[in-house]
């Protein structure tokens, strides 16, 4: 997975590379560092 640090937070939603299923992201961005990354499943 692919993150752009130019951009200070981030909230997508992606599919599992290996399952398929969605997963939403979301990433705090500061000064072109990660400062918190969650995935969540959201399969319903």
Do not use: R, T, V
């Not at 200070?8 to 599919?15: G, R, V």
């Not at 590379?17 to 400062?35: K, V």
Request: with cysteine; aromatic share 4%.
């Amino acid at each position: 997975m692919l993150i752009d640090l130019s951009q200070n937070d981030q909230n997508y939603i992606e599919d599992c590379e290996i399952c398929c299923n969605p997963i939403q992201l979301s990433i705090a961005i500061n000064d072109q560092e990660i400062n918190s990354f969650e995935a969540k499943s959201i399969e319903q």
